[in-house]
């Protein structure tokens, strides 16, 4: 009976694997590297415009309690 491990996905595990994982290219390389400097750059980006573009504490305008029952009633 054939006994192989498999991982929570139905996947086999590595350890569990015939045949042997492919050698990294150096065109894999550069673009592993690159996806992941398009990515923090990205989400530097994103923090960036957040902090420049929107305030960090919103203003509030607190009206008078005579305003709320004027619009209560109407």
């Known amino acids: 009976m054939l006994t192989e491990k ?16 492919e050698p990294a290219t150096t065109a894999s390389v550069v673009l592993n590297r690159a996806g992941q400097y398009l990515f923090w750059l990205l989400v530097v980006v994103i923090i960036s415009a957040r902090v420049i573009y929107y305030p960090a504490s919103p203003t509030f305008q607190v009206g008078s309690a005579s305003e709320s029952t004027r619009a209560a009633t109407r």
């Open 6 to 21: 498999f991982d929570a996905y139905g996947e086999l595990l590595p350890a569990a694997r015939r045949d042997k994982p």
